[in-house]
């Protein structure tokens, strides 16, 4: 083989190697803007989810089967009234006949199941509220940060002692 025929023969392995390294440097760049995109996703979905709902008064009623909670939402999205009933709302309590329950409550704004919850009113620092304010029927409207949310729940039983309620909206943000 001639000194051409060599140098021709080093030049293309050359540029193969080149063309490959170019290919594995675009390949590690592409994952690396793929992990990049997937942590700013991340911390997207942290932010929207960060907060929490604060339970500021729980009363139990005198029939000892409907409590009474103020929700505070320190969440950082507004909860769309229209969503509630796909939050959870769940009481966890001792019976009258002393067994230790905890029960998923059904959204249920016309009192018609034996046992649920619905919302009564939404307030700001126990005043109505200024920014979107909740229709009188509690059918539109949003629950904002920073606004109070007051609820009934009713237990198909008597609670004895304590009651804890943890409510989860469907932005993530939960009492618990």
């Not at 000892?64 to 769309?80: C, D, F, Q």
């Not at 067994?99 to 704004?109: C, E, M, Q, T």
């Not at 539109?140 to 237990?155: F, T, V």
Request: charged share 20%; with cysteine.
């Amino acid at each position: 083989m001639s000194s051409l025929g060599a140098l021709a023969t080093s030049a293309f392995f050359a540029a193969i190697a080149l063309v490959s390294i170019g290919f594995l440097i675009a390949l590690i760049l592409m994952g690396c803007a793929l992990i990049r995109d997937s942590l700013i996703a991340a911390s997207e979905d942290i932010k929207r989810l960060s907060g929490f709902l604060e339970i500021r008064n729980l009363t139990i009623l005198p029939d000892n089967r409907s409590i009474e909670v103020v929700l505070l939402n320190r969440g950082h999205e507004p909860i769309k009234i229209e969503e509630f009933d796909k939050m959870d709302v769940i009481a966890v309590y001792r019976s009258h006949s002393g067994a230790l329950k905890a029960i998923w409550l059904p959204y249920d704004p016309e009192m018609n199941s034996s046992y649920g919850w619905r919302p009564l009113n939404i307030t700001c620092d126990g005043l109505g509220e200024l920014l979107n304010p909740a229709s009188p029927d509690m059918s539109s409207g949003l629950w904002d940060p920073g606004e109070s949310l007051a609820i009934r729940a009713w237990l198909s039983d008597e609670v004895d002692g304590s009651v804890k309620l943890i409510v989860v909206a469907p932005s993530g943000v939960s009492s618990a």
